[in-house]
Structures are given as C-alpha cells and as structure tokens.
C-alpha cells in the first residue's frame, strides 16, 4: 500500500514543530467544540493525532487512487459540452475518494460542518496531492475560495455555502479577463444591481478560469459604473443552480491537463454581492491571492518532491559504462541539488503556513472579542511574516520545481523527452507554478519592500540567533557571511535612491534574501533532525554560490549600464 | 427499505507482499512478521453493506469479527469507513478454530444479536483462501447464500436482488431477506477511511484495551457510549466450548510443504497456432496439466 505521508519523514517532522502548541491553542480555542462536536480534539496531544490519522488517509489516497489515475487524467482531459464541463474519469474518482473521505473544507470551522484543521496540516494535504497529480490539487484547493467567503461573507452567506462545500461542491475564483490578467484593476465584467429583482446581475467573459464549472463562484466585476480602477471592483458570489454562467471553451494547455481551464460567458447571470462594494480587489481579491499563492507553494513543493523522485529512481535503476548512472558525478550532484531544494523548498513552505496560521486564527478570534495587547502585538508580527513570506515563498519554489523537473529529464536523458516516463508530464504541470497566482516576477515585487525595509533581514538575524549543535558551525558560518553580502548588497542599491535600479536588481536582492532564509530553516531542521543533514550542506553549498553571485553582479554593474538592457536600445 | 447488515470480517496478515521471513521454519505462517490487514474481500464486503446504507436511510452496518483482541482494530476501521457498531468474538477457547469451528462461534454470536436482515462477508480469507466460512455461516443459520456477488443492486419488499461474477459471464439473482452473501474481490473497492468519522471513533475500545489504556480518557467512554467496542467470549454467545477452537476443528494439517518456483529453463514461442499447439502436447504429455 503506497502511502505518501508515511514513505515521506519530513512531513511527520514539519507537523511537529514547536509552534504548533500555539497555533493549535489559537485554532481550537481552548478546545471548547469537544462538547458539541463528536469529531473535535480534547487536547493539543488529542488534535494533532487527529491530524496525523487525517494525513494517513490523504497519504493513502494519493498512494493508491489519484498517483495511478494521474496519467490518463492527463491523457484525457476534461470535455466540453453544450457549456458544461465533464471531468475526466480519474478526476471524477479522485473527487469520489475526497468526498467520501471528508477531505472538503478542512480548515473551515466545524459549525459549517469542516474539520477545523490549522494551515500547516492543510498545506501538507495539498503537498501530498501535488506530489500525485498537480493538476488535481488545483480542484481540490479551490476550496480555499471558502476561506475567503467565511473571511468577508456575511453570516447568512457562510451558512448557505460553506456547508456545500464542505460536502463536496467546488469553487472557482472568477478574476481574469482577456484584458486583465497580471493587471486585474482592469476587469470589466459588469455587475448591474436591478432594484426589482433586489439582486445583482453580471454581463461579460472571464478567461483562464480554473475549474469555471465549478458549483459556487466567487466574481470579481465592477460594480461601479464609470470607474475604470481597482476601486470600482466589487466581489460576487455565484451559485451554478442559478445558472446564467456557460464555458465557451476549455483551454488546451501544456501541463495540468485534469484541471479544467475555462473561458465563460456571464449572461445576466444572478449574483450576491459577497462583503462590502469597492473592496472586491483591493481587499478580497488580495486576501484570496495570497491563500492561493500559499497554495501554489504547496503545489510547487509536491512537484519538487515527485521529479526528485523520478530522477533519483531512474538514477540507481539505469546502467551506462558499467554502473549506475548516479555514480558519476555529473549525475549525482543533480539529484544532490534536487533533494536539497526540495528539502529547502518544504521547510520554506510550512514555515510560511505556521505564519499565516497565528496570523488567521488572531485574526478570526479578534472578529468574537477584542484582543489582549499581546495578542494584537503577536497579530501584527505573524501578519507581517505571512505578508512577507507569502511571495519569497511562492517565487523561490516554483522556481525550484521547474528546475528539479528540468533535470528530472536530463537524468532519464532522451528516455526523458519521451511520454514514456512520468518525468514528462511533471516537467509539463511544473512549467505554470511560476506563473499563475502572479510570476515569479510579480512576486519579487510584493516582497522587495520587505527587502528595503528590513523584515527579511529581522528575521534572518532571529534565525541566527538561535542555539544550533557545535558541528553545524561551520554552516552557520557560511550562512552569517551569505547575510552580510546581502545586507551589502541592500545597501549599495537602496542607497544609490534610483527606483529603477532598485526594481532591475530586486530579484537578486529577493532571490539572495531567499537563500539566507531557506538555509537557516533546513539549519534548524538538521538541528533537530540529523536526516536533514545531506540537504543541509548541499543547499547552503549551492545558495552561497548563488549569493555571490548576486553580489558580484550587483558590486560590478556600473549604473550607466543599464541603458544597454533598455527597450531603445535592443 | 431500511435494512439491519452484519458483514463478517476477518484480520489476516498481508501476504500480499511476502518478505523472506513470512514463514516460519515449521512451515506455519509467521503472523509477527506480516502487518495485520482487513482482509481485502470483505472490505469488498463492507463496501456493498455502506452503498446499501446510502442508499436506504436507516439501514445500520455492524461488524462482527474474531480473533485475538487486537482485532478490535478492524471494528475500528470499519466504523472509520462508515458502518455503526462492532463486535469483537474473542477468547482463548475460540483459538485455532478451522472454518467448522470458526462458522460455529460466528453464527452462534449472529443468533445472538439477533435481529438482522443481511449477513455480508468477503468470499474468502487471503490467509487462508478456503472461502468456506460463508457458506457454513448461511448452512449453520439455515440461511440461503447468494456467492460470488459483485453487486447487491437492490433491496426491495424484502427481498435483494445481486449480480453475481461467475466464470463465464455474470448472473443476476433475487433472494428472499433473510440471507448470507459472499462478496467477490472484483466487486469495487472500499471508500477510504472517512475524516471525521476517524475523529469520532479513534477512540473506540473494548473492555481489555480500555484497561491498558491512556488514562486520561478513561471518563469518555460514559459520557460517549459508541466509543465502547462490545467483546464477547464464548459463554457470552452460548456456545459449546467442545465445538470451538482447536478441539471443535476435525481439520488437522498432516504437512506442509515448502515450493519453491524456480524456472529452469525457458523458451521463446513463436505467435502461432503450430507452436501453440506443440507445447500443449508437451505440456500434457509431462503432467504439467491435464
């Protein structure tokens, strides 16, 4: 029996981090649910076995039903027809499993009939299920359009939905336009309030919707008439019973093939207006962008973790000259490099999830009474690491699964570029995690303030302040020179005060930030954990090359130069 | 129709996935050595008893199972996927039984709960692959059988209709309620163990686990009286103790025989009739078959 969380020990060891006491206090209230809840926790001990008992089944169900489905998901596809969309056989009995399974709905509270589980344990379902088949975990991690909903709908709206997809309905999120992609400030979808009928209706197309047949939808349209900003966007709120909403078409993508990716037409298609008019995109939208993001990570993650996977097994496996291709060293310092970023890449992603963990449960709690100085103290920093992480997080992993599915391939060599093997189809679905939900170079954007201002930096100098055992000194080491070129290179750039250098070198300056902070994490994990150990060295081997690299682009590049990389001039 | 389902399930070890150390050197099963699984049909089993559920509210699914008592994990993972209560026939005297003896314990414990419409199980045991104990339930309850089924379609007026998977095709059959059916491994698969239902019942013991137990939620079972698993003994379920285990089992194992496969030569067959041909008469002429 293929079980994914229990053949992977590091998902055992990110589960049980210290701060999980905290977040599991916050996120069960004092573990009040146990006396109207049959399935509620008695205790923190009581909560995380539950978790891991939950992570069992999720383990199983990749192993043995969405991994073996994922190939002639990918090979079939949904289809189309007369404006609805049929999943492909093995998608339909993926959803079955989830279903049955009560895998819907997991972080919603349980008086919508959820789970009530944290992020962290969330995250590493979603991690599992990429690792399976990455186009599924978009389906199934729609449902954080349920987060949204319970953050900013109104009661009567949490009631009438959540309870849905707890059950297994699922969601979309409606943003993008042919006009309005990276730029949503310029969706047109037009949103008329009829004082008759005392409802809204939405008129116009959305493009590149994921799983646009979805049950219930969450629509960014413009519900100001005459505005032409981000402050004319409002968000609905959908229900596919009303109807009014068909698919036109079902993009024919490279990779996450299973998932449908839909044009649709809105034709006086009813709607509720879901929170307050004009924040749609500069709140909502934002707050659903970076669940979704986190996401992504996640995804990303999986990914990275499925092409190691592939790459090292056709590496033992596979004989040329006389042995095992992974005895040379040409081959083996790929899947060392692989292994690592993976490793790195897992550490970044649940140490992101517990952030936006404190964070969402003060939050949640802050809506049922006031908060205690201390608490609003703890709020505003977790908030801000969540903000912070958040983009560094999605940009650094999404990077690395496309790289770890790059050389997944060039270790299978010409066997690699045929459909024969798995590696294929992961170098495929890999190729959007730096894309959608932002790229990569919209996600240097949203953290270079963090770089500029000094949250990276606060951090990076806690995480060096940490006790670490004597033999991990000299990493420690490498990682405290990897800090002071990057602090040297924030200030050579910062202090020439020209926004367009800034915005030109931001990536390496995020990029370097990244690899301080990935080597410190899997630092504390060989801390407490020597099977980290290998990942350890290689990573912060391979990063601090990385920074120096960064730095010395950054301390040779005379400011003159950048003319040269202008559009005038090419 | 609302129905009242027992399904019969059995604790094997997986020898599915044989190691070297799967027999021990007098030729018995090494039971240390293999992880103790539901028994793969009769989760087949279960599954047509939760689809009978869904589909007819009020029906209840209960397991009955024997063996040693860490048994009691397969009640558990029958109420994880969805059925409502469990028993647990465990004592020393039920020890060694063979499928007379095993048929005997288990119809006098459904005599004892008593009130049911349908008796489900797998059709056979993968320790044992002796698909007798079904049929002996059925004979010993004076019960009709329905074997092989791979799907109970229907349960209406008291009576089930079933197709059942045969050699040479499938058969549909209708049988009056009360009766066993036999449930094949090509029936489809068992629903995964359901979260929350996980939560609930994670908890669950029998009397002897409880004594072992974590102190700290010993209040529970009280309070939560589902989280108690019943285990009965065989003065629970009146039967003779002459009948059960070792000393109610005719079947004595003279010997057992290690085969070891070992292919000696091989030979590549051309895709023709000739060739096809040629090698049946070689085969038969042997005794490989025939």
Redesign the interface.
């Known amino acids: 029996m293929a079980n994914y969380y229990l053949d992977t020990p590091g998902y055992k060891h990110h589960l049980h981090h210290p701060l999980m006491k905290r977040i599991v206090e916050l996120k069960e209230r004092n573990y009040t649910d146990k006396d109207k809840y ?6 923190f001990e009581d909560a995380m ?2 978790y891991e ?2 992570l069992e ?1 999720v383990g ?2 990749c192993g043995e ?1 969405v991994a073996p489905n994922a190939e002639s998901v990918d090979h079939e596809g949904p289809t189309l027809k007369d404006g609805r969309v049929t999943y492909a056989p093995g998608t339909q009995i993926n959803l079955d ?1 989830v279903r ?4 819907m709905g ?1 972080t919603m509270p349980r008086r919508y009939d959820g ?1 009530n589980f944290p992020i962290v344990p969330y995250i590493m379902i979603a991690d599992m299920v990429s690792r399976a088949d990455a186009g599924f975990e978009n389906l199934w991690g729609l449902q954080d359009c349920a987060e949204t909903l319970y953050e900013f709908g109104n009661e009567d709206q949490r009631r009438r939905f959540i309870p849905r997809v707890c059950a297994g309905e699922t969601m979309s999120m409606d943003l993008t336009e042919p006009d309005a992609g990276s730029d949503l400030q310029s969706v047109m979808l037009k949103a008329t309030f009829s004082e008759k009928d005392n409802c809204w209706y939405l008129n116009g197309v959305k493009r590149f919707i994921t799983n646009g047949d979805a049950d219930i939808h969450l629509v960014l349209a413009r519900s100001e008439e005459g505005t032409r900003d981000g402050r004319g966007l409002s968000m609905f709120l959908y229900d596919k019973r009303d109807g009014g909403v068909n698919v036109r078409r079902i993009e024919n993508k490279m990779g996450i093939k299973g998932s449908p990716t839909c044009e649709l037409v809105y034709k006086n298609a009813k709607a509720e207006l879901c929170g307050d008019r004009k924040l749609g995109l500069i709140k909502y939208v934002m707050a659903l962008m970076n669940n979704a993001r986190l996401g992504i990570m996640a995804q990303s993650v999986g990914l990275s973790e499925a092409a190691y996977r592939e790459g090292y097994a056709y590496a033992i496996e596979r004989k040329q000259f006389g042995k095992a291709i992974i005895e040379f060293p040409a081959v083996y310092e790929m899947v060392a490099l692989m292994r690592a970023k993976t490793d790195a890449s897992r550490a970044m992603l649940y140490e992101t999830a517990r952030f936006v963990d404190v964070y969402k449960a003060l939050d949640d709690i802050s809506k049922d009474r006031k908060l205690e100085p201390e608490e609003r103290q703890e709020l505003k920093k977790y908030g801000r690491l969540a903000d912070a992480f958040t983009p560094i997080g999605k940009g650094m992993t999404s990077e690395y699964a496309n790289q770890n599915a790059y050389d997944a391939i060039q270790i299978h060599g010409g066997s690699g570029f045929m459909k024969d093997y798995t590696c294929e189809r992961l170098y495929r679905d890999a190729r959007i995690t730096n894309i959608y939900e932002g790229t990569t170079q919209l996600q240097v954007i949203a953290a270079i303030r963090h770089v500029t201002t000094g949250t990276y930096l606060a951090q990076i100098r806690e995480y060096e302040g940490l006790e670490y055992k004597p033999e991990l000194e000299v990493m420690r080491h490498k990682l405290i020179e990897m800090t002071a070129k990057y602090e040297e290179m924030v200030k050579i750039v910062t202090e020439l005060k020209d926004q367009e250098l800034l915005d030109f070198h931001a990536r390496r300056l995020v990029e370097s930030a990244g690899h301080c902070i990935m080597g410190y994490l899997l630092l504390q994990d060989t801390n407490k954990c020597d099977s980290f150990r290998h990942s350890a060295e290689v990573y912060i081997t391979y990063s601090q090359s990385e920074v120096n690299k960064h730095y010395s682009y950054i301390t040779d590049f005379d400011c003159g130069e950048l003319g040269y990389f202008k559009p005038a001039s090419l | 129709m609302s129905l009242r389902i027992i399904v019969l399930a059995k604790q094997v070890p997986d020898t599915r996935n044989v190691g070297k150390d799967a027999m021990k050197a007098d030729g018995t099963v090494n039971r240390a050595a293999l992880p103790a699984i539901f028994n793969p049909e009769d989760l087949n089993a279960l599954e047509q008893a939760l689809r009978l559920k869904d589909a007819y509210p009020g029906t209840t699914v209960t397991l009955l199972t024997m063996g040693p008592g860490r048994a009691a994990e397969i009640i558990r993972e029958g109420l994880y996927r969805g059925a409502d209560s469990g028993y647990l026939l465990t004592d020393r005297a039920f020890a060694g039984a063979d499928t007379l003896a095993t048929s005997y314990a288990i119809s006098m414990a459904i005599r004892k709960i008593k009130d049911y419409d349908l008796i489900i199980c797998g059709r056979q045991a993968i320790d044992g692959d002796t698909a007798q104990v079904g049929p002996q339930v059925a004979e010993k309850l004076g019960l009709t059988q329905i074997t092989y089924a791979e799907e109970i379609q229907k349960a209406e007026k008291g009576k089930i209709t079933v197709k059942r998977r045969l050699e040479r095709g499938v058969e549909v059959v209708e049988g009056a309620l009360p009766l066993v059916v036999t449930v094949n491994g090509s029936a489809p698969d068992c ?10 019942y ?1 908890h669950a013991k029998t009397v002897t686990e409880k004594q072992e137990a974590d102190a ?2 010993l209040d529970l079972y009280d309070s ?1 009286p589902y989280l108690n698993l019943t285990e009965w003994g065989v003065a629970d379920v009146n039967a003779e103790v002459a009948l059960c285990g070792l000393s109610g089992s005719p079947t004595k194992v003279k010997k057992i025989e290690n085969v070891v496969f070992q292919a000696k030569e091989n030979m590549t067959l051309e895709a023709t009739d000739e060739a096809i041909d040629t090698l049946m008469r070689e085969l038969i002429l042997n005794h490989t078959i025939g």
Not at chain 2, 191 to 200: C, G, L, S, W
């Open positions: 049959d399935y509620a926790p008695f205790d076995d539950s008992k939950v089944i199983e169900i039903i499993a049955k399974a009560s895998l997991i789970l | 629903r995964p163990r359901n979260a929350k239902h996980v939560q609930k994670k700290d939620y939560r």
